[in-house]
């Protein structure tokens, strides 16, 4: 083993290199055997291998997904999906591939994959609490404070649809009523990135 590929296999990730002519992974990482526990000359010699392990509800837009790279070449694009590992559990993996082109053609794909599966089971639990929540909660971006996410709460509280909600601002709406610590809030907003908290009197 090589200082490069001891280097890479050292790295908390599933670094690989699939070949487009033979349709198999050329290289991939020893993270991949520990974060998924199937030895690694499977996915080398298994041309199906990596399909054949994909989430059942991953599965169809995770292979539309690699196929759309052969023809529209971008240089790096990133995707979340799902793998079922060797014992059977389901791993959470967030992929950013490199788009190899010679002649006009894709030759190779080149990818890291990172096991985010604590974080969007967190995000999962966070949603369920969200939605099930007797408090009207919404979520609003940080810049254009644009909603992106409301509860049952909020949409029955201020009589709007969600289609009506998500997307616009509550200032558009004419949602809230002037509070006194606005500017301390949004100041907080700008050094911060986000507000966890901010309770706000709707105009009804």
Known sequence: ???????????????WEWDVQTQRYTFVSQEAERTLGYP??????????WATHLHPEDKERTIAFRNRLLQEKPEQVSIDYRMVTADGLTVWLRERVTVVVEGGKVIKLR??????????????????AFHS??????????????????????????????????????????????????EEKLEQLSRQGEIREWEKKIAM
């Open 1 to 15: 083993m090589g200082k490069v590929e001891e280097l890479i296999n050292s790295v908390d990730a599933i670094v």
């Open 40 to 49: 690694l000359h499977q996915w080398q010699i298994e041309s199906e291998f």
């Open 111 to 128: 990818g890291i994959a990172m096991d985010i599966t604590e974080a969007k089971e967190a995000e999962e639990r966070f949603f369920k």
């Open 133 to 182: 929540s007797l408090t009207a909660m919404a979520i609003t971006t940080r810049d254009d404070r644009k909603f992106v996410e409301v509860n049952d709460q909020f949409i029955a509280l201020t009589e709007y649809s969600q289609d009506e909600l998500i997307g616009q601002t509550p200032e558009k709406l004419n949602l809230w009523l002037p509070t006194p610590d606005r």
